[in-house]
Structure formats: C-alpha cells, structure tokens
C-alpha cells in the first residue's frame, strides 16, 4: 500500500509541475494519448478486437493531437517573431505569466 501511495503522490507532483510549466490543456492532450496508447496495446497485447469504432476514435485522436501540436509551433514562430520584430511590437514575457501570491499580497499592503 504504501508503494502504491508513494506513486501516487509522484505522479500527482508530476502532474502539478506540468500544468504549472506548461497549460492545462497540453495535461489533457497528454491523457489523450495516453487513451490512444491503451487502445493499442489491448488490440495488440491482449487481441482484443479492433473495430471500426476504435480506428475512428484513433484517427480522431491522432487528428486532434496533430492539429494541436501544429497550433502550438505556429503560435510559438509568431512569438519568436514578435520577440525579432518582425511581425509587430507586442512583446511577450514568458516570466511574467507567473506570479508569486507573496507578492501580490506586498503590494495590496502597499510595502
């Protein structure tokens, strides 16, 4: 039992530093895969079988996933861009997405 708390407790720290990184949403497209993943090792592994129901799902996901992952590198050359103004003068600040509540509560104090 108690392994299987330290894995949990790992996993959920894991998941926690992702999110905080990254989005919520790379998380979600994350567990996604993941389901994609399952699917092929029960067909696979186990020899369940693969319906037409499954390879839809699959070409769902691997659709979903690719446009994503396609969203996310156009939006990542246009911050690049910006950052070599290029494309404009708004500038984006990685670091200032994140903010510590410490210090949000100085400055309500006015110190």
């Given at each position: ?12 720290s ?5 999110v905080?990184v ?6 979600q497209?994350?567990?996604?895969v ?5 699917i092929l ?13 499954k390879?839809f ?5 691997l ?5 994503f992952?396609?969203y ?13 103004g290029?494309?404009g003068?708004?500038e984006?600040?990685?670091s ?10 100085d400055?309500d104090?006015?110190t």
């Open positions: 039992m108690l392994s299987g708390g330290a894995l949990a407790f790992f996993m959920v894991t998941e926690f530093v992702l905080s990254t989005s919520a949403v790379t998380v497209i994350a567990a996604v993941k389901e994609a993943v399952n090792v029960a067909v696979f592994y186990f020899h369940d079988e693969f319906t037409w129901l390879g799902g699959l070409f769902t996901i659709v979903g996933v690719s446009l992952n396609w996310k590198y156009q939006k990542l050359q246009a911050g690049h861009a910006n950052e070599d290029m494309l003068s708004r984006t600040n990685a200032a997405k994140y903010v510590i509540l410490e210090e949000i509560d400055l104090e006015g």
